[in-house]
């Protein structure tokens, strides 16, 4: 049911303007393709102003904080208005309810249906009309033309003006939910920074603290008892155990914090993981471990940070190494994958106790170890640098059978022969 009613004189306007179809496509075509609410409330200001050009307009946004019509854009005027109208006012419904222009000389019913304070505040503006934007059923805007000297081609654009309303309408509305997605995902987005942030905080307070509280014991009790020198050269193993435990959390910590490298080129990966297996050998032959360099395809480079791919594979034999518990085998292979595109896959086999199927979902969750030394931050460290490089890491494991971990990278391919294999 309508709060006002059409005059004699608004119908025979209606029924006698034809609808301007180019005038219209124009008017879509001055409001663009922007989804920004600045530049499209502006836009739709002067595409108005361009209609009725003696008009000088107000553009009052729906505020659901605010619960009114609050003024934010003008065009033409130098009125500052400091009031606003209700959202569920008397003004507001009859726009959303009607959708049409309201000229408020030619409607005094309408007039004499709006409170005072609303009437006073259209006077205070010098407001000849009211056009409204309505979106599924929704005031989301309305525009107070404010010259009293436009009225005949206010009255004369009536159907136009109306028709570019809703065109408006239908865009702010878009404009505005956009908008609104990216306010509450940047919202989300800090939000769940803060999160990991609290969480890596209380997971480094907690990795750096226990060691400390064990460094200040020993070297407390080392100051209060006299010790024979064995045990005292014990206990100050002990201490340097404990800080090189601190020292491999913040590095790791660092590592998975660093910028991405800008010092890239090719990297030969046969004889990159070749040189590691060597340099892991030693320490994996004092705990009982035998590391072998498997299947291997020669000439095999990829694009990389060869101290930051050194790095990941590093971590990737120390972690099999470490999983074996003191006896067993772990194996690194290099070989061509040609699939969607051709890869160079690093595998890095091990004989050790294996991840349980609820860890194997987890182990690249920052600070997640299932080693009581462990920082679990080498994991995660290695995905973010092989996904910057465009590749791919992937985990089987199986309880009390062992783990294989491979890593795909893009294969640098360097003439059409090579490419064709």
């Known amino acids: 049911m309508r709060t006002g009613t059409r005059n004699s004189y608004t119908v025979a306007v209606i029924a006698a303007t034809p609808l301007h179809i180019e005038q219209l496509q ?16 502006r836009a739709i200001l002067a595409s108005l102003q361009h209609t009725v050009p003696a008009a000088s307009t107000i553009f009052f946004e729906a505020d659901d904080w605010a619960g009114r019509m609050v003024p934010v854009e003008q065009l033409g005027t130098d009125r500052r208005p400091a009031f606003s109208f209700p959202r569920a006012g008397a003004l507001a419904r009859w726009l959303r309810v009607n959708d049409e222009l309201l000229a408020l000389a030619n409607n005094r019913d309408v007039w004499d249906y709006l409170p005072p304070e609303e009437q006073a505040a259209l006077t205070a503006l010098d407001s000849l009309a009211c056009l409204p934007l309505v979106a599924d059923a929704e005031l989301v805007a309305f525009v107070a033309f404010c010259d009293t000297t436009s009225r005949p081609e206010l009255e004369g654009q009536r159907v136009l003006l109306q028709r570019c309303a809703r065109l408006a309408a239908v865009r702010w509305r878009d404009a505005v939910r956009v908008e ?12 769940q920074q803060l999160g990991v942030a609290g969480q890596m905080a209380a997971s480094v307070a907690h990795e750096v ?5 064990a460094v200040r014991s020993l070297v407390q009790f080392a100051r209060e008892v006299e010790l024979p020198i064995g045990e005292r050269e014990a206990m100050l193993d002990d201490v340097l155990q404990e800080v090189d435990r601190i020292d491999r959390t913040l590095t790791n910590m660092l590592q998975l914090s660093q910028p991405t490298s800008a010092d890239h080129g090719a990297v030969p990966v046969t004889e990159l993981v070749d040189a590691v297996t060597r340099f892991v050998r030693a320490y994996a032959r004092r705990r009982g471990v035998n590391v072998q360099l498997g299947a291997t395809t020669p000439t095999l480079s990829v694009v990389a940070d060869e101290r930051e791919l050194r790095q990941v594979v590093t971590n990737l034999l120390l972690n099999a190494c470490q999983a074996c518990e003191g006896s067993g085998n772990v194996t690194t292979s290099v070989t061509r994958i040609d699939d969607d595109i051709p890869w160079v896959e690093i595998a890095i086999v091990d004989s050790g ?3 349980s199927a609820q860890d194997l979902d987890r182990v690249f969750e920052p600070f997640f170890t299932t080693r009581p030394q462990g920082t679990g931050l080498g994991l995660p460290f290695c995905r973010d640098a092989i996904e910057r490089l465009g ?7 199986v309880r009390g059978a062992g783990t294989s971990v491979y890593v795909r990278l893009p294969l640098l391919v360097t003439d059409a022969h090579d490419s064709g294999r």
């Open 26 to 41: 124009a008017f879509s075509a001055k409001l663009g393709d922007s989804l920004d609410p600045t530049s499209l409330r």
């Open 353 to 355: 106790q294996g991840i």
């Open 209 to 213: 603290r226990n060691p400390l509280a």
């Open 180 to 191: 609104r997605i990216q306010t509450r995902s940047e919202l989300l987005r800090r939000s």
């Open 391 to 397: 590749g791919r890491i992937a985990i089987q494991s």
